[in-house]
């Protein structure tokens, strides 16, 4: 008998759900914190390997760095929680331990530099992404297999807060980790991966018989491929083509939106054909399931576009007018954002546990509601805010998004056979990490297209009252704000980067301090950005108030019986209620 049989056969003590609550929690603070960290680093990274990721031909570096995680996620997770159905979710989320750890590794030893360096990261971190999809994509089933009901609802919202505050703690701990050094970004995931591999091979057991069955071959190829594509076209769709500020017209671009588009449909048709398919679309017949990833979906496009205008209304213009140099701006973004991290940690347990009390639709509503009105509260709020009030919406917006991931997991989880719970996971992480990644898209080509109508303009009038000469003021502005916007997520000074040494330097002294000063870019940018912004958050506002419309039509939790899950073929699955 193998180690492996022997510890399956090992009877679980009454202790172990809460080595499983603390191993798989571990799992998911280290996999989504990794998926953002870089974001508030890149700076420092792109510095240390030599590169200037602004450059023509550099921004699908810096795009890839950013979105390579993320896309990875997103496709795999709901393959990997069916493989955790079929032979054991112990076993693939203890194999996702030790391939993350090895990715970690690999990423601090980066021996190039430059355009070599960049993909050594960028395919590593692919790597270090295929591991965390296998922590994510299991740790809720293994939690859900070892909680009784009465304690399910407090033990994945602690699990699934954490996974949402490790997003903005990643934020945080690549600004501060960046300041000592490029490399410490990614050695600080090593000791935490080897350690949490060694802990969760000894002490995790397989609390569910796995079924072994066939892998659904053609419907993985199919479904990664669409996805895959889609989310590229997606991330290419950002970069500006030709004269056109976004690549949305590009053929390449549209060529993937459709060819994805085509495979994703293939695979719909291919799942409910085979006997035993990858992503059980039959779930989609129980109400709770449906709806809880409808709302999950929406809440995560919204959640990632707040994510992302923040760091950039912090690092552009907040930050800089008070008196803050941009190299600086990263770091301090990342420490004006933790009462949004409060929010999720005070809010996702207490909801978690009143949810099994309760009910989830009751908490997940309301709490995307709140969500819906920090939106509209931070768009009616000025360029340059005070801070106590913005500190206080982030704050509700942390606690709405809390009260509503906790339950919303609770309620997708609980309501799906046993046996399917690897395979519902997966599909909950997909839709909750494709929902991040369309943000990136979709809230990016918002705020860039409507800086591409105001901003040349105001740019161009600007430059030319400080003494820059009218055609290289006007040549300036008519780049691609795509990588003004970027600058600003960089920490650079963007005036400092569009310019150059040459210009500036035939400048008088007066006028390149103004130009490169703390107030010149922000004000400049402020009218236009303020216009994008509230594009934004109004987009955003709206996809929260139909995600609280979808959780409000999940219909009654199911607390104590299970319905019967309707096959693919018409049959009746009936489902044992859940062992407490």
Request: some cysteine; proline content about 6%; overall charge positive.
């Amino acid at each position: 008998m193998t180690r492996a049989e022997r510890m399956k056969n090992t009877p679980v003590g009454p202790h172990y759900k809460w080595i499983a609550l603390s191993n798989t929690t571990l799992g998911v603070l280290i996999a989504t914190m990794d998926a953002s960290i870089v974001i508030i680093s890149l700076p420092a990274i792109f510095r240390g390997i030599g590169l200037d990721p602004l450059a023509p031909g550099n921004i699908g570096y810096l795009l890839w760095m950013i979105l390579g995680y993320l896309l990875v996620s997103a496709v795999l997770v709901v393959v990997l929680g069916r493989l955790g159905d079929m032979f054991g979710r112990v076993r693939i989320y203890n194999l996702g331990f030790l391939i993350f750890a090895c990715a970690s590794v690999a990423l601090s030893l980066d021996p190039f530099s430059g355009g070599g360096g960049a993909l050594w990261l960028i395919l590593w971190r692919i790597v270090q992404a295929f591991g965390g999809s296998m922590l994510t994509a299991n740790s809720a089933a293994i939690l859900t297999d070892a909680f009784p009901v009465r304690q399910r609802g407090m033990a994945l919202g602690i699990n699934q807060i954490t996974a949402l505050a490790g997003q903005f703690l990643g934020l945080l701990a690549g600004g501060l980790l960046a300041v000592i050094d490029w490399r410490a970004v990614f050695w600080v995931s090593v000791p935490i991966s080897v350690a949490g591999t060694i802990w969760s091979y000894r002490s995790l057991r397989e609390t569910a018989s796995g079924g072994r069955g066939k892998i659904d071959w053609l419907g993985n190829l199919t479904f990664a491929a669409g996805a895959g594509i889609l989310l590229a076209g997606i991330t290419h769709g950002i970069q500006p083509h030709g004269g056109s500020a976004t690549g949305w017209g590009n053929p390449m671009v549209l060529g993937g939106l459709i060819g994805g588009v085509v495979l994703l449909v293939l695979f719909c048709l291919i799942e409910t054909r085979v006997k035993e398919p990858m992503f059980r679309l039959s779930l989609f017949r129980i109400q709770a399931f449906a709806a809880g990833n409808i709302a999950a979906l929406l809440t995560a496009i919204a959640r990632g576009g707040l994510q992302f205008m923040l760091i950039i209304w912090l690092q552009g213009v907040w930050l800089p007018l008070h008196g803050y140099d941009f190299e600086d701006t990263p770091l301090w973004a990342g420490i004006y954002m933790l009462p949004l991290t409060l929010g999720f940690l005070v809010a996702g347990p207490v909801s978690g546990y009143m949810s099994d009390r309760f009910g989830a639709r009751l908490f997940s509503t309301s709490g995307l509601v709140v969500m819906a009105g920090a939106f509209v509260g931070l768009l009616l709020l000025p360029v340059n805010f005070s801070y106590p009030v913005f500190a206080l919406l982030l704050l509700f917006s942390g606690l709405g998004q809390g009260m509503f991931s906790s339950p919303n997991t609770s309620s997708i989880m609980g309501s799906v056979p046993a046996r399917y719970r690897g395979a519902a996971s997966g599909m909950r992480s997909t839709f909750q990490n494709s929902g991040t990644a369309l943000s990136i898209g979709v809230f990016f080509s918002l705020m860039i297209s409507g800086l591409a109508s105001s901003l040349p303009p105001t740019l161009s009038t600007g430059l030319q009252a400080n003494g820059v000469p009218a055609d290289t003021a006007r040549q300036l502005a008519s780049l691609p704000p795509v990588s003004t916007l970027f600058a600003t997520f960089l920490g650079n000074n963007p005036i400092e980067h569009l310019l150059g040494g040459p210009t500036l330097d035939r400048l008088s002294a007066a006028q390149r301090d103004t130009l490169t000063g703390f107030g010149f870019f922000p004000n400049l940018v402020s009218g236009p950005f303020h216009h994008g912004l509230v594009i934004v958050f109004s987009v955003a506002a709206g996809m929260a108030l139909v995600s609280a419309l979808a959780s409000a039509l999940r219909g009654r939790h199911q607390r104590a019986g299970e319905p019967p899950l309707p096959t693919s073929k018409g049959k009746q699955e009936w489902r044992k209620a859940p062992s407490s």
